[in-house]
């Protein structure tokens, strides 16, 4: 018999009984029953019950050890009585009665219990990251993530794909994040950067002949932290060549559709084609660039049924710019004065002097408000637009959209999640299109790029030359799902002269974007295939299968939200003698 294990504590079932076996793993739980010692013993692949009587050998070594303690067992596998079967656990038809126990290591007290699995701090779960590891949520999200990952490697390849790897030192960039700097030892004052996405490799990939290119890649990015963010991440980075939009969007939904499909646990997901929706329209509609569909609030511009209205405030706003607009959030079902009340107050907690409603009045037998009572008439005609009725109410938001869509997008979410309008048994899908391949830089007032830099400007050069900047689109699109951005991608630009004047419209000169982006831009100029690409977040997939809110709970040793790793204590001080070998020295933070 092998020394440790004949069989795991998840392979037993009743057509064993009978045999003798050997288990070894962790005691996940001990209950004494008046002499009969059971205990639950844990490995990777499950869990199987052990019986010990006090003359079993060990047993007094055993009885005293504490939860998580390592043992190995020899036994007989016995069916459970009737009464006693465990019909949650695969294993519940049977239990080991024990004949021999050895304890292999033996545990000290526990900062963290794993039984149970009770809340515990964020701060003693990730320095004790190895027994946060052993509770079974956690462990099944990172088997979860290692079997997404076989899969998706699986359908690229399906796909045509081979998988190449890009480096991890490279060269500093402009564009994007903060990168992290890597000092040189060979090459004194001179850096590397670690990549924030292998971006520039991929096209160089592409302009070297390989047709088809992805890879699971590692990215670093020195930005804030949240939720679904950390500063490393990984990526199905994904490049093609010779293709339009279109043709990115077929060879990327087969596999997006099929990994939730497979890994959703009977969750709806969307058949694709995905649906398309413009940016603009996104913003219009959702207050977002990533919507959540499973919400079926839709937002709507109202603003001529306010203008020279009797509601003096919005036709005031409306009469004071152009720009200026009115959006209605239809709240269905939401028709009811202490609903109105709770959503403007959650909007003075943000910041807002309020939120203007309509909601419907079984007591008055009419639509209810100050909105209304201002209105007359006219609110009828309004909430019909809006495809409201009896028991609605709608809330309504004016000014710039440019300054309020956020905060209209809130506020939609608000309602819908208050109101309990979405189906979350389902995976909703859509791309994002037609991106404004630039926006106005209000911190350095400037045009700056909106999005990638390196995409395909829509009308290519004769765009660039002779459209307004801020009314040219590009070939940039995102896929979204359940109001997570799960990927950026876009056509990119593979001629050297739209380039050149794509940055000279973001203010870099030539002569910069020839010292930053030289290899590529040299690389166009021998024969560049039209190509694209995109690059959906492993982290995000996993988290949203997996049913999380933040992606530490689908990394195995993440990072906290101040970007340090207490586990292993990084970062941490280095060595004078470190230092002095990358001929680097500290300084003070800069004075803002």
């Known amino acids: 018999m092998h020394a440790y294990r004949s069989h795991t504590c998840g392979a037993l079932r009743a057509s064993d009984a009978g045999s003798s076996v050997r288990l070894s793993g962790w005691v996940h739980r001990k209950r004494d029953h008046g002499g009969l010692l059971f205990i ?13 009587h006090p003359e079993t050998p060990g047993f007094e070594r055993v009885e005293r050890v504490r939860a998580e303690s390592v043992i190995r067992v020899d036994g007989e596998v016995v069916l459970r009585e009737g009464s006693t079967v465990n019909a949650n656990l695969p294993t519940g038809e049977v239990e080991v009665r024990v004949q021999a126990v050895e304890v292999l290591s033996e545990a000290a007290e526990l900062p963290l219990p794993v039984f149970g699995e009770p809340e515990y701090p964020e701060e003693i779960r990730l320095k004790h990251r190895y027994l946060d590891l052993r509770r079974e949520t956690l462990h099944k999200n990172i088997v979860l993530r290692s079997r997404v990952i076989q899969s998706i490697r699986n359908r690229m390849f399906q796909q045509g794909f081979l998988e190449y790897q890009t480096p991890i030192l490279t060269a500093s960039s402009p564009e994007g994040a903060r990168d992290f700097l890597v000092p040189s030892r060979l090459h004194p004052e001179k850096f590397y950067a670690l990549p924030q ?9 592409m302009v070297s002949g ?18 679904d963010r950390s500063l490393e991440f990984y990526q199905l980075d994904v490049e093609m060549s010779f293709v339009t939009q279109e043709d990115v969007f077929a060879a990327i939904e087969p596999v997006m559709h099929g990994v939730f499909e497979e890994f959703g ?5 969307d058949a694709y084609p995905f649906q398309r929706i413009p940016y603009r329209e996104s913003i219009a509609k959702y207050g977002s660039d990533k919507p959540d569909l499973r919400n079926p609030i839709e937002m709507q511009d109202v603003s001529e049924h306010f203008r020279d209205g009797g509601f003096g405030l919005f036709n005031k706003i409306l009469a004071a710019d152009p720009k200026n607009r009115v959006w209605a959030v239809p709240a269905p ?12 107050s959650w909007a003075q907690g943000e910041g807002q002097p309020g939120l203007g409603y309509i909601f419907w009045s079984d007591d008055q037998g009419a639509w209810g408000g100050p909105i209304a009572k201002n209105l007359g008439e006219p609110a009828d005609a309004l909430m019909k637009a809006l495809g409201l ?10 000014g710039d959209p440019n300054s309020f869509y956020k905060f209209a997008g809130s506020a939609r979410t608000r309602v819908g999640t208050e109101l309990k309008l979405l189906d979350e048994d389902q995976f909703r899908f859509c791309w994002i299109v037609d991106f404004p391949m630039f926006e106005w830089s209000d911190e350095e007032k400037k045009v700056d790029f909106s999005h990638n830099p390196f995409s395909m400007p829509q009308g290519e050069l004769e765009a660039l030359n002779t459209k307004d900047p801020l009314d040219i689109l590009a070939y940039q699109y995102d896929i979204v799902c359940n109001g997570y951005e799960l990927c950026s991608g876009a056509i990119r630009n593979h001629k050297a002269e739209i380039m050149l004047k794509a940055f000279e419209i973001a203010g870099y000169d030539a002569s910069v974007v020839e010292d930053q982006f030289g290899g590529m831009l040299n690389a166009f100029r021998y024969g560049a295939p039209p190509h694209g690409g995109l690059a959906p977040g492993i982290d995000r997939i996993v988290m949203l299968l997996a049913g999380q809110q933040a992606i530490r709970e689908v990394i195995a040793f993440p990072l906290n939200q101040q970007g340090e790793d207490l586990l292993m204590s990084a970062p941490s001080p280095v060595q004078d003698k470190q230092m002095k070998e990358l001929h680097i020295r500290t300084a003070p933070p800069i004075k803002v």
């Open 40 to 52: 639950d013993l844990r490995d990777h692949y499950g869990l199987t019950q052990l019986v010990l």
């Open 197 to 205: 996405a292998p971006q520039q490799f991929k096209q160089l990939l």
């Open 210 to 227: 390989f047709d088809r290119y992805f890879q699971i890649a590692p990215c670093f990015r020195d930005e804030d932290l949240r939720a």
């Open 265 to 269: 646990e009977g969750k709806r997901v």
């Open 333 to 344: 079902t939401g028709g009811s004065r202490a609903f109105c009340d709770r959503m403007n």
């Open 389 to 398: 009725g009896q028991g609605d109410a709608a809330f309504f938001v004016a």
